[in-house]
């Protein structure tokens, strides 16, 4: 059974501030991983995905793969109390398709 | 504008009832997908299908069916023997590419289901 674990929070982090959001997978042969963002009642939207091992950068996000340790993180700089939402980790099943499986989602608060 | 629609947006059955959400997609993508989401949980798969025609089990497909008859359309049906169906349903498309390693999923808007 594949899965993929998040802490589910809260992270609070004060307005300014790096937030860091961690994944971890159990399918070594994971080939790519994604992070949504949801806001409460909403549905998922894609932040970043990253399927090479070491930085990704966009913005004031950040994607850390490390496929040894089979880890993903998500970092947040200058985090805004828009940035409030939970984030969802999700990793690419191995074969073909593009099924992806969910971790539960860390509920990040940021707060002013 | 291109996008993927659900409807409704909350819905409520009585036990004992079906009831059929819908799911459209005007992104001309393969692959369609259900998800079943709970307060504070994670997303799980329902069903998927990657062509029309054909259509996958997930995780989770006891007490629910779907069919896929067209490439747009991929409705959910929950139907009674679903114990638990009070639930946020979303619907996702992507391309099918397998050699791709980064398929984005787009999600639907999402439907509330509530049994009363």
């Known amino acids: 059974q594949k899965e993929v674990e998040q802490n589910s929070g809260p992270l609070s982090v004060p307005e300014g501030a790096i937030a860091s959001l961690n994944c971890t997978y159990s399918d070594r042969g994971s080939q790519s991983f994604f992070w949504y963002r949801q806001y409460s009642g909403k549905s998922p939207e894609l932040i970043m995905f990253?399927?090479?091992?070491g930085d990704k950068e966009d913005g004031r996000f950040t994607a850390q793969l490390n496929k040894a340790s089979q880890y993903v993180s998500l970092l947040i700089r200058d985090s805004q109390p828009s940035d409030s939402a939970t984030y969802l980790c999700?990793?690419?099943?191995?074969?073909?398709?593009?099924?992806?499986?969910f971790g539960g989602g860390t509920r990040l608060m940021v707060k002013p | 504008d291109g996008g993927i629609t659900q409807s409704p947006k909350y819905l409520f059955r009585k036990e004992g009832q079906n009831v059929t959400l819908s799911c459209e997609q005007n992104?001309?993508?393969?692959?369609m997908y259900w998800y079943r989401q709970d307060p504070g949980q994670g997303l799980r798969l329902i069903y998927y299908?990657?062509?029309?025609?054909?259509?996958q089990k997930g995780d989770i497909a006891e007490g629910y069916s779907v069919s896929r008859e067209k490439k747009e359309s991929f409705p959910l049906t929950v139907t009674s023997a679903q114990k638990n169906p009070t639930a946020f349903y979303l619907c996702?498309?992507?391309?099918?590419?397998?050699?791709?390693?980064?398929?984005?999923?787009?999600f639907g808007p999402g439907t509330r289901l509530t049994v009363l």
């Open positions: 299908s990657q062509i029309v025609n054909d259509f």
């Open positions: 996702a498309s992507s391309i099918d590419r397998w050699e791709w390693s980064y398929n984005e999923q787009f």
């Open positions: 999700a990793v690419k099943d191995r074969g073909a398709g593009n099924m992806l499986t």
């Open positions: 992104l001309n993508h393969d692959a």
């Open positions: 990253i399927y090479s091992n």
